[in-house]
């Protein structure tokens, strides 16, 4: 993106900040609530990584399906309502059409975060128990040292592309989880994993 286009952006976005302030405190108050339920409950904030389309979301849903915790989307489902209003679309095309303008939506993300790193990352947690879709390095390493997430699982996929919106490595995350071959394989990995953590639902009494 050229410099012009990227200040054009800078001023776009923060004029939408400004305009949904009263929506973006909402969604950070109902965020501590939920992280101070989290930590009652004691339940680990899982942010599953990994380039576009590795099964990130697929293992967010199956752990939600599994243990009836939340998840209705990820971080670029968080954002996306901003973004339509920017692009002036409907949520759901923006978002249908996501893959389409990756890197708008990565410089998007990024100029909304600038002054807090993990601000989108919160937004999502809002409404979410896990995490995915985290892109930025200094993204990951802030929900890292604030605690704003508890354990990172990069997902190997080597049947995607690499992404050029994800700024970190497998090496930079807690844990490798691969998915290379079918959804039965990976979701036993994924119970292997939740077993040893001794992981169980906090919302309605799965475990």
Not at 19 to 28: F, K, R, V
Not at 117 to 141: C, Y
Not at 163 to 185: H, M, Q, W, Y
Request: hydrophobic content about 40%; some cysteine; charged content about 30%.
């Amino acid at each position: 993106m050229e410099n012009k286009e990227l200040r054009e952006l800078q001023l776009e976005v923060a004029s939408l900040r400004e305009a949904n302030a009263p929506l973006i405190d909402e969604m950070l108050a109902e965020y501590e609530s939920s992280r101070k339920m989290r930590e009652d409950a004691g339940f680990p904030v899982i942010a599953f990584c990994g380039h576009g389309r590795s099964g990130k979301d697929l293992a967010a849903k199956w752990l939600s399906d599994t243990y009836g915790v939340r998840y209705v989307g990820s971080v670029s489902h968080a954002v996306s309502p901003f973004i339509a209003e920017s692009l002036g679309v409907s949520r759901e095309e923006a978002f249908a059409s996501r893959h389409d303008n990756r890197m708008y939506w990565f410089e998007w993300c990024n100029t909304l975060r600038e002054h807090d790193p993990s601000l989108l990352v919160k937004l999502t947690l809002a409404e979410n128990d896990m995490v995915a879709g985290i892109r930025g390095d200094v993204e990951l390493h802030m929900c890292k040292t604030q605690g704003v997430i508890d354990l990172a699982i990069w997902v190997d996929n080597p049947r995607v592309v690499k992404d050029p919106t994800v700024e970190f490595l497998a090496d930079d995350c807690d844990i490798v989880i691969r998915n290379a071959g079918s959804k039965v394989s990976y979701f036993n990995k994924l119970k292997i994993l939740c077993d040893y953590l001794g992981f169980k639902g906090i919302r309605n009494g799965k475990n």
